[in-house]
């Protein structure tokens, strides 16, 4: 079966580095915040901008803090009806979201409904294409936190997506396309008060977890293991390697299925995707999707549910629910040969024949 983790040929063919990686961090006792965990952040700085970033040890993790540090404890928050649960648990655990529906072309919040009485945005930039940021200005002048988790490496009119809004929240790992055999996030600000309350927020309650100073404000345990930041520094430096292998892939694809009766979520005209998967819509999306598996290819319903129905107003949100409905997604990896890629491109045509 032809899968999005190819972890295995990544391992290959960066095998002295892991075995190095692992050796340095064994050798030299790291554990957390250790030597791998600032390179990682320091690197994050460099793609994204940010100022300031700490690692998390999940993308989840990255959410939480991000609600702590933004002080949206009992709050109201935009978000999106079309989500995943990392995205929608930590705000409804801690406070009031709010739920609007989405642009069909790529899944993203459209921000002409945003509730003013809300006191945050919270935008997830799906498949790695980033929110039309422009919109989003034009609609909302408050807070913003970014969701970056499926699109490092991507831009919108040249600046990375990891830069906009006060905060930035990102995720490696499982279905992202870096060998981190488990979940780490990150989360990124430029602002020293905010980056403050981060600290605080990921250290349990106090700067950088020195338990002999005073505790400042909530917090948990959110620290990366230094192994899994060791993983992440090896093959994040090939980022624009992995990006430009995909979006050669995408583009063919898109190419390729132009005439066929599928419609396949792009970016906005100002956006370079990252391409974490090859998502789209077709009508019978549970046989495409079945056909697909038969065809040794991992194509899946897309997984996002309809959260204003779920612990929102239940009033329509139409293109949300069509999105459920209709859209699937195919792997989308780095790793693909040129042979995998033309199997893909001879299935999905088949289908239609």
């Known amino acids: 079966m032809l899968k999005q983790q190819l972890y295995d040929r ?26 791998y965990t600032r390179l990682v952040e320091n690197y994050i700085k460099k793609v994204s901008g940010r100022r300031f970033v700490h690692l998390t040890n999940t993308g989840t993790t990255a959410v939480q803090v991000s609600i702590l540090a933004a002080g949206l404890v009992g709050k109201k928050t935009q978000l999106s009806s079309y989500g995943f649960n990392a995205c929608i648990s930590p705000f409804k655990m801690t406070g009031n979201p709010v ?13 002409t409904q945003i509730d003013k009485s809300v006191d945050c945005v919270y935008a ?17 002048q408050g807070n ?16 990375p997506a ?13 279905q992202k396309h870096f060998g981190v055999h488990s979940h780490i996030g990150a989360i990124g600000t430029d602002d020293p008060a905010i980056d403050k309350k981060l600290n605080i927020a990921i250290n349990q309650g106090k700067v950088d977890e020195y338990r002999y100073f005073p505790h400042e404000g909530l917090g948990i345990n959110g620290h990366c293991a230094d192994i899994l930041a060791g ?11 992995f990006q430009n292998r995909r979006d050669k892939i995408a583009k063919y694809w898109i190419d390729e299925f ?28 549970h046989h495409f999707v079945q056909y697909c598996n038969t065809m040794n290819i991992d194509c899946r319903n897309t997984y996002p ?16 629910d069509h999105a459920r409905k209709h859209g699937f997604s195919l792997p989308l990896s780095a790793q693909f040969t040129d042979g995998e890629v033309e199997m893909v491109k001879d299935a999905v045509t088949k289908y239609f024949v």
């Open 10 to 35: 990544i391992y290959r063919r960066f095998k002295d580095e892991y075995d190095a990686m692992y050796h340095d961090v064994m050798e030299n006792n790291y554990n957390i915040n250790g030597k």
């Open 99 to 111: 739920f609007n529906d989405i642009i069909p072309s790529d899944t993203t919040m459209d921000f």
């Open 124 to 140: 997830v930039d799906w498949w790695g294409h980033p929110v039309d940021h422009d919109s989003l200005a034009e609609n909302w």
């Open 144 to 159: 913003v936190i970014c969701d970056t988790s499926q699109s490092f490496g991507a831009t919108y009119k040249g600046k």
């Open 162 to 174: 990891g830069s906009f809004g006060d905060i930035s929240v990102f995720a490696f790992g499982l």
């Open 231 to 241: 993983q992440l520094w090896v093959t994040i430096r090939h980022w624009e390697e």
């Open 258 to 285: 132009k005439d066929l009766p599928i419609s396949i979520y792009v970016p906005n005209q100002h956006s370079q995707s990252s391409w974490y998967r090859f998502g789209g819509e077709i009508d019978d999306m």
């Open 305 to 320: 549910d309809n959260w204003n129905d779920i612990y929102g107003t239940a009033l329509p949100r139409p293109n949300t």
